[in-house]
């Protein structure tokens, strides 16, 4: 039997509703197609930006790409899965040494970033057990005690992780082929920023294209029961401290890889890096973002990344002093917080989602009007 | 599994007790339900019909006495229920606030998915025929309660009865062989209620029902037997004729009225 249409949204003209269905009957129907293509027109786009900036922005967006890594997994927990965490910094951290010392062993790049992550999925689903049991203030203050206490094993053990001072952590190798690919593409030398800002997207664009395939799918529904109503998930079978063990657990290999990042792109590893600063830093950049969603994960991180310097220059510009001016980019970005929160709730995806709505109405209703 | 013997009930607790502290919630307790039928639960208010139900659904552990299903003592967790084809609604509704219509009632039918994490994680195809299963199921449950061209809204945007139907379609989607209701009638006006009480005599067909209520209608002319409760303790037990005019239960309603008056 066919569902019936009846229930197109209220408020969308026919025409607009007509023009989305048409639009969609040319992109392909299934998931993987779907975000296959999404995938790749992504990578082409990022191939573009990389290509035509320099090195120093590539660096910057070496840096984006892993706080936008780190962020997605952190919406996943806590925007889909309502699980505070104030530790993800931490997390990072794990897999920033966990890098380091398999790089230092001489270990292939791929085969660390996958250990990397293999092992802060594991000290994730340690601390999901706990997480599962807990609730909000009381889960935030566990977390927050994993974002204060992990850095000080780093200390601890400073024979092998190199105490206060951090643990180098060795430039992986440029391979010849992606020099001759970048030379074949813009007929420029590969820098090592470059080499290194396309590790990060590669990566970042791979993990957002399977958290985007959890989130489509019975995983991510499952999620969000859970965190909507906890009785009702129960009620309809789903077992509620494994789906949420899980939800860390995911969110924790997301922290691994980007801290894998991290370590590659800084080439160090110091307890310093992975304050709480990192963690609120993460939290705050999923909230203006737009809790819950990939894309808000990214406009969040891309925030984190760019506004500091931007206003430090504008402060030099309109004639404040170095110091004074570096002390504007928390000042603004706390002010960006605050508006975010009493203005747009739901985040910069929100207001994107408004504003192009009212677009596709508007240019339907006067093509056809 | 068929019972060559007619089954003496599908469900039912035996003897149960429960106490908060100094409290007697119930009392040893017992009641079963048989193979297709609609047994109610009644009683004033603070009588022990909520605390029974969480015994059922094993949100609380009793003191004393059984829960048995198909004449076996068990005492599952919540979340193994509707494993075991019971589904229950709740008190209100209940329905998950950020998910649609449709997504709502496709957790219900949560348990006849096939496909795991690995499939939902690259997106292979067995994924995506396992969320159309789903959705079909989903939209079949919709149908039934008349409520499929809602199946894109978000609940808070719809008017309490019909929300009402979405969660009594959450609970059939995962096809149970035993619903327990949870006050279904509350917040809806004569008409929706007499409706109600027809759809739940058409699922007697498919499932034994449980049935917590206060609205007397609606379990007088639904239910083929009735426990009453008064102070945790079963005050009459029998069809809804014999319960009528039970001394008993005219006592403890009488004794309700006249509290409040």
């Known amino acids: ?369 | 599994m068929s019972d060559t013997q007619p089954a003496p009930s599908v469900f039912g607790v035996a003897d149960v007790s429960v106490r908060f502290g100094g409290l007697v919630a119930l009392d040893a307790v017992s009641f079963a339900v048989g193979h297709g039928k609609v047994h109610g639960v009644i009683g004033p208010n603070g009588a022990g019909k909520t605390t029974l139900f969480n015994v059922c659904c094993g949100f609380v552990r009793p003191d004393a006495g059984t829960v048995l299903r198909h004449g076996r003592p068990v005492s599952p967790r919540p979340d193994e229920l509707a494993g075991m084809g019971i589904a229950r609604t709740l008190q209100g509704v209940g329905l998950f606030r950020g998910l649609s219509v449709v997504e709502n009632v496709m957790v219900g039918a949560d348990r006849h998915r096939k496909a795991g994490f690995g499939s939902t994680l690259l997106a292979l195809p067995r994924s995506d025929r396992d969320e159309r299963a789903l959705r079909e199921r989903a939209m079949a449950a919709l149908a039934e309660l008349g409520a499929d061209g809602y199946a894109a809204r978000l609940p808070g945007s719809l008017p309490y009865p019909v929300q009402k139907r979405v969660a009594l379609a959450r609970a059939l989607a995962s096809e149970p062989d035993l619903l327990l209701l949870d006050e279904p009638a509350s917040g809806l006006g004569h008409d929706e209620m007499t409706e109600l009480g027809a759809l739940i005599r058409s699922l007697t067909a498919r499932m034994s029902v449980v049935l917590v209520e206060h609205h007397m209608d609606l379990v007088m002319s639904v239910c083929d037997k009735i426990t009453v409760l008064d102070f945790g303790k079963v005050v009459a037990d029998g069809t809804p004729d014999e319960v009528r005019d039970d001394p008993a239960v005219i006592d403890a309603y009488l004794g309700e009225e006249a509290t409040h008056a």
């Open chain 1, 1 to 369: 039997m066919a569902a019936p249409t009846k229930d197109t949204e209220v408020g969308v003209p026919p025409a607009a509703a007509g023009r989305f269905a048409a639009f969609t009957r040319r992109m392909p129907s299934s998931t993987l197609g779907k975000h296959a293509l999404t995938l790749l027109v992504a990578f082409v786009v990022v191939v573009l930006v990389l290509e035509l900036t320099g090195p120093f922005r590539n660096s910057q967006f070496a840096t984006m790409a892993y706080y936008g890594i780190a962020a997605a997994g952190l919406t996943v927990l806590t925007g889909v899965n309502g699980q505070i965490s104030l530790g993800h910094g931490a997390l990072m951290a794990v897999g920033a040494y966990t890098t380091g010392l398999m790089l230092a062993a001489e270990i292939p790049l791929l085969v660390t970033m996958l250990g990397a992550m293999a092992v802060t999925a594991a000290v994730g689903a340690v601390v999901g057990v706990a997480a599962a049991r807990l609730h909000g203030p009381y889960l935030a203050g566990a977390t927050l005690a994993l974002a204060v206490g992990l850095p000080g094993l780093a200390i601890y053990f400073d024979h092998w992780l190199g105490g206060e001072q951090g643990m180098r952590i060795p430039s992986p190798q440029m391979p010849a082929w992606f020099s001759d690919a970048i030379y074949f593409l813009s007929a420029t030398e590969a820098s090592s920023a470059k080499y290194l800002a396309y590790i990060g997207w590669v990566t970042l664009l791979v993990v957002l294209f399977l958290l985007a395939n959890l989130m489509a799918g019975r995983t991510g529904r499952v999620w969000r029961a859970v965190r909507d109503d906890e009785v009702a998930a129960e009620l309809a079978g789903i077992p509620l401290g494994k789906v949420r063990v899980l939800a860390f657990v995911v969110s924790a290999a997301c922290a691994g890889i980007a801290g894998a990042v991290l370590g590659i792109v800084v080439r160090l590893a110091a307890p310093s890096g992975f304050t709480i600063v990192l963690s609120l830093g993460l939290l705050t950049a999923v909230v203006v973002g737009g809790l819950g969603s990939l894309v808000g994960a990214l406009l969040g991180s891309a925030l984190l990344v760019f506004l500091p310097p931007f206003v430090t220059n504008v402060g030099t510009d309109i004639g404040l002093d170095n110091t004074q001016a570096a002390q504007l980019a928390p000042f603004v970005y706390g002010a960006v917080l605050v508006l975010v929160m009493l203005l747009a709730p739901s985040g910069a995806v929100g207001v994107l989602k408004k504003l192009l709505k009212k677009l596709w109405i508007g240019r339907s209703t006067r093509r056809t009007g």
